[in-house]
């Protein structure tokens, strides 16, 4: 029997924290995000090689060589570490709006198309804290999908995530898919119609640059999302994100807007700007973001 005064070895681990619904973020909900992130990339941003692999990234970005970035497994840990600590605290904001706290409260199933780096996972993670609250009889489920094998980082990020938040497998269910957006598969519509929430968040002018993809894609949307379902599109506000067709130039949410025999508009936003709150702790700088949303329900 133990000791009722004994106490932990000196060289015990740290419980795992317990989950406390809106309160699992502390006071301030930001730096816990970022928490996360430090955890998962200390070693990336440590490297001797990071900086150049860094600036390597950046060019293929110019150059839109997609492949050169993400089939390379040796960048994503690095991407991880620039680029999503600005749009984990975007995504977080986002889904903390009414319209989507209410979608998350009925625990749905949301299936993140392009998510491997872990933003929507991380940043979705987060608001679903304030939503959970109160129990659940089943957990809320966020399916990342992406070409590229981002299952390391998502490890990484989930077993941060329980261990620094609580959140048990009762609260939220993970899962993560590889498959090619440019080739809608069985797989993908099987999964579109099971889906409650569907995101396409700063993935749309990169895989869907050529009208041909846009409009399977379009046609996918169309015929898989079950009605009552939500779809999400997030990405630049900025000329970054037009689709060229003919002469003329359309930003990607159009395609969708003119569809309003099959999508309702919820939510509509030209362009909005993110800020992050100052002092944040981070090793790397962070952006704002100015971006368009649109949040669209299935006829």
Sequence with gaps: MENKDSKPAADSKPRAAVFRGRDTL????????LNILRMVCSDA?????????????????????????????????????????RRALCYYEIFTTPELQQILQKRPTVYCLGAGSGSELLGISAASC????????????????????????????????????GIEEKHISYKFS?????????????????????TV?????????????VMNFVKAMVKNLRKGSHFLLVDSAGSFSSVKVGNRDYMSYMFFDSLSQHFTPVVSQDSRWFRHSQGLDYPLGIENMRYFLRLYQKK
């Design 26 to 33: 502390g006071k301030n909900h930001e730096q816990s995000i």
């Design 45 to 85: 941003i440590r490297s001797p090689d990071f900086g150049e692999r860094l600036q390597m990234i950046k060019k293929l970005f110019y150059k839109r060589d997609f492949d050169g970035i993400f089939l390379q497994p040796e960048n994503l840990p690095v991407y991880t570490a620039q680029y999503v600590p």
């Design 130 to 165: 304030q939503a959970l609250e109160g129990g659940a009889d089943t957990p809320i489920t966020i399916h990342s999908q992406d070409y590229a094998d981002w299952s390391p980082i998502l490890d990484s990020l989930e077993a941060a995530i329980r261990y620094k938040w």
């Design 178 to 198: 590889v498959g090619d957006l440019l080739c809608i598969t069985p797989e993908i519509e099987a999964q579109l119609a099971q889906s409650q929430l569907v």
């Design 201 to 213: 968040m700063f993935v749309f002018n990169e895989l869907f640059s050529d009208k041909i993809n």
